[in-house]
């Protein structure tokens, strides 16, 4: 086991992972001839994920595609984590960070091909802009490679495309005080996020009545957000990230006393709420409001860190990467609805906080772990593994049962759930009105055949006599 490097454990898994994720929803959409049709049409009054749109359409239409582009993108991330981090984080860590992903994130961005095809990609070329300003050496030609990543970053998600343009201007004004030579390449960062997201935005779609039109937009409901779904999403449900950077803080700090407590306290809470399946939808306002100075006074002490420890350009890139994730969630709180998905990004970037306090630990104390953490995330990979194969192996089942009956001219064919939904977007999403249409070209089954999905059953029913 000592001799295997992290990184092809986890370049393995996810080459799996590009197999036995099915297709599921939007992907159907994708890979039929609807998709083709938005093409056509350069996906006008559709949105303004041009990039994004052509990936998932080229990774629903071949599997090979599929694999390597999956494998490349999500390998990469880890990777570019370890660079930002000047490989002072050993990998095994990082990727306990990476497979530890709350599974409302996991399912909709390594779950799901649309996800992914938005939220990792743009994820990477986010996180590669940000090495390239911050841990190469300048050279005339830097803020020329920015500004094309840039501009190509902008074509993934409307929420990305917004913080860019506010990020480079962050970074040009810090640099204004501390390294003026970033200014170069943050400008490149900045001109590619202007010229992008103006690209982006002249789609009619940001500009109709649908749900991504700016009809969409209620300045009047970022109180709600904040308290319920915002919060929820991006603090609450990241208790992994939240158990790690306390105890980080805690070996940092001389004086631990107050903030020790105050971390328990946090941690103990959170971690209860989550085994007790405690979300905002049950919660009174009162305790929203409670959680919500909790949380602030977390980042509080995450930003009080940042300036005890830190130093120069940790600090700098520190504070870049909190105060970016916590940012590329902003957009949200004035729009109505936004998923986990939209969360990856602020989750990776606040690995990379994480990951910069690590690095001023006393590192010879944790030589013992490594091995350990090497073994956990060689478990947590086959664990996660063979949750997707018995959903790929009982998709194709349903999907054989289909066919069979369509030869057969039955009218109506029965399959069952999936046995673990909340590994994808929508696994289920196959009856009338919900990609039925998509589903039945994609496996080339004909209109007349009746699709139900039913709930699934005990796999060994027992006799009930008294209800």
């Known amino acids: ?16 992972m590009s197999i036995v994720v099915i297709l599921t929803w939007d992907d159907y959409f994708w890979a039929s001839s609807h998709g083709m049709a938005q093409l056509q049409n350069n996906f ?49 860590y990082i990727i306990f960070i990476l497979l530890t992903i709350p599974i409302g994130i996991f399912k909709q961005t390594y779950g799901w091909f649309s996800g992914f095809a938005n939220y990792n990609v743009s994820s990477l070329f986010i996180l590669t802009i940000i090495f390239l300003t911050y841990k190469i050496k300048f ?47 943050a400008t490149g960062w900045l001109a590619g ?43 609450k449900n990241n208790v992994v990230l939240i158990v790690l950077f306390s105890i980080v803080i805690y070996f940092l700090l001389e004086q631990r006393k107050i903030i020790g407590s105050y971390l328990l306290l946090f941690n103990t809470y959170i971690i209860l709420r989550e085994y007790l399946n405690i979300t905002y939808w049950k919660e009174p306002l009162y305790m929203l409001v409670v959680e919500l100075v909790m949380i602030f006074i977390f980042f509080a002490i995450l930003i009080y860190v940042g300036f005890k420890v830190l130093k120069d350009l940790d600090r700098e890139l520190y504070f870049v990467t909190l105060i970016t994730g916590i940012m590329m969630v902003g957009p949200f709180v004035i729009v109505t609805p936004f998923g986990p998905r939209n969360i990856l990004l602020t989750y990776l970037l606040l690995s990379v906080s994480l990951g910069i306090l690590f690095t001023k630990l006393n590192l010879n104390d944790f030589t013992l772990t490594d091995n350990l953490f090497k073994k956990m995330i060689v ?45 994808g977007q929508v696994v289920d999403g196959i009856f009338p009105g919900d990609r039925e249409v998509e589903f039945k070209e994609y496996y080339d089954i004909s209109d007349n055949i009746e699709i139900k999905v039913v709930e699934r059953t005990l796999p060994l029913p027992w006799k009930q006599t008294n209800y």
Request: glycine share 4%; aromatic share 14%.
């Open 193 to 235: 996020a202007l010229i992008g997201s103006w690209i982006m935005f002249q789609n009619a779609a940001y500009h109709s009545e649908s749900d991504r039109g700016l009809t969409n937009i209620f300045f009047s409901e970022i109180y709600k957000h904040v308290l319920q779904d915002w919060s929820e999403l991006v603090v």
């Open 379 to 423: 478990v947590l990979s086959l664990i996660i593994v063979s949750l997707y194969s018995i959903n790929f192996f009982e998709d194709y089942r349903r999907i054989e049962k289909i066919k069979i009956a369509d030869k057969n001219n039955q009218k109506v064919v029965e399959i069952k759930k999936l046995p673990f939904p909340f590994l």
């Open 44 to 92: 006008e009054g559709y949105n303004g994920r041009y990039i994004g749109n052509l990936i998932i359409m080229g990774i629903t239409r071949s599997t090979i595609l599929r694999v390597i582009v999956y494998t490349i993108v999500n390998v990469s991330i880890a990777v570019i984590i370890s660079k930002l981090l000047e490989d002072k984080v050993k990998m095994q």
């Open 1 to 16: 086991m000592n001799k295997v490097k992290s990184i092809w454990i986890y370049s393995l898994f996810i080459f799996v």
């Open 139 to 185: 050279k005339w030609y830097m803020p020329l490679i920015v500004f094309f990543l840039a501009l190509s970053s902008q074509f993934f998600a409307e929420n990305v495309s917004i913080v860019n343009i506010i990020v480079s201007i962050l970074i040009i004004l810090i640099s204004l005080f501390k390294d003026r030579k970033k200014i170069f390449t």
